[in-house]
T-cell receptor, first 109, second 114 residues
């Protein structure tokens, strides 16, 4: 079966760095997405990786290793507004998205 | 309107009632999707449409139906609601010809079936 694994919850301190991991087992691979979802709101797109390596976008970076079925989202200079759930999703060979359950990130002052 | 709009935002209905969740987008995206989100689970695809006039079943289609008469609208109907359909429903769209095919989500419809 297809599976996306990510930690349920993480806690970090304002101003620090946090890495959220995602491992996947899917039928084929056509890209990996990270979305941010604040409580009670809709998910919003953060990043997309289809080739191995690091994609940097401001304070957020996303890494992909296709051979390991592994990705991480790196958040730097954490701010209180970064408290949210972070969703990892993989597009499979049928171009359907398989979603992880999300990682709830709690930022403490 | 800019983006994707869902209605109603929230609804409580009795089991056995029929309910339609509305979804409209103004981005001219060809693909549209309905997901449900339940605590502790990832987003699960109910139905999708790759282009106007076509629809397909997702991971959890039972008890739901959709139609795609035009590019902008993609309503989701629960023919006879059951308590297990209590959930938050998200409509989304994507431009499948775009670079990433990222999804744009509506604000969600919180449905409670009693």
């Amino acid at each position: 079966g297809q599976n996306i694994d990510q930690p349920t919850e993480m806690t970090a301190t304002e101003g620090a760095i946090v890495q959220i991991n995602c491992t996947y087992q899917t039928s084929g691979f056509n890209g990996l997405f990270w979305y941010q979802q604040h409580a009670g709101e809709a998910p919003t797109f953060l990043s997309y990786n289809v080739l191995d390596g690091l994609e940097e976008k401001g304070r957020f970076s996303s890494f992909l290793s296709r051979s390991k079925g592994y990705s991480y989202l790196l958040l730097k200079e954490l701010q209180m507004k970064d408290s949210a759930s972070y969703l990892c999703a993989v597009r499979d060979s049928n171009y359907q998205l398989i979603w992880g359950a999300g990682t709830k990130l709690i930022i403490k002052p | 309107i800019a983006g994707i709009t869902q209605a109603p935002t929230s609804q409580i209905l009795a089991a056995g009632r029929r309910m339609t969740l509305r979804c409209t987008q103004d981005m001219r995206h060809n693909a549209m999707y309905w997901y449900r989100q339940d605590l502790g689970l990832g987003l699960r695809l109910i139905h999708y449409s790759n282009t106007a006039g076509t629809t397909g079943k997702g991971e959890v289609p039972d008890g739901y139906s959709v139609s795609r008469a035009n590019t902008d609208d993609f309503p989701l109907t629960l023919a006879s609601a059951v308590p297990s359909q209590t959930s938050v429903y998200f409509c989304a769209s994507s431009d499948s010809a775009g670079d990433t095919g990222e999804l744009f989500f509506g604000e969600g419809s919180r449905l409670t079936v009693l």
